[in-house]
Nanobody, 114 residues
Framework: QVQLQESGPGLVKPSQTLSLACTVS??????????WSWIRQPPGKGLECMGA???????YYSPSLKSRTSISRDTSKNQFSLQLNSVTPEDTAVYYC??????WGQGTQVTVSS
């Protein structure tokens, strides 16, 4: 069974970079044909797909976040990561990593505040 676990700081200051990692077990991020995605949910709002990295390393980004977002991977750790630059309080959300549509991490709260 595929399991995902998000990790990273829970508090980020405005204008700084939000960095999260997702550790995957039960599947290889280089062999399984999932889209390894980052999804967020701001308080009181719906889910937003931020982007994904595929098994071959190619990436997709939401057009609305593309200029601030980078998704990369560390195949030696079977991890993929999210960087979101120049954050504002509007980036406060629960951040999830996911494999395809069927497997999700538990989510991690990130608050942007000074």
């Amino acid at each position: 069974q595929v399991q995902l676990q998000e990790s990273g700081p829970g508090l980020v200051k405005p204008s700084q970079t939000l960095s999260l990692a997702c550790t995957v077990s039960g599947a290889s991020i280089t062999m399984n044909h999932y889209a390894w995605s980052w999804i967020r949910q701001p308080p009181g709002k719906g889910l937003e797909c931020m982007g994904a990295i595929r098994y071959d390393g190619s990436t997709y980004y939401s057009p609305s976040l593309k200029s601030r977002t980078s998704i990369s991977r560390d195949t030696s750790k079977n991890q993929f990561s999210l960087q979101l630059n120049s954050v504002t309080p509007e980036d406060t959300a629960v951040y999830y990593c996911a494999a395809g549509t069927g497997y999700w991490g538990q989510g991690t709260q990130v608050t942007v505040s000074s």
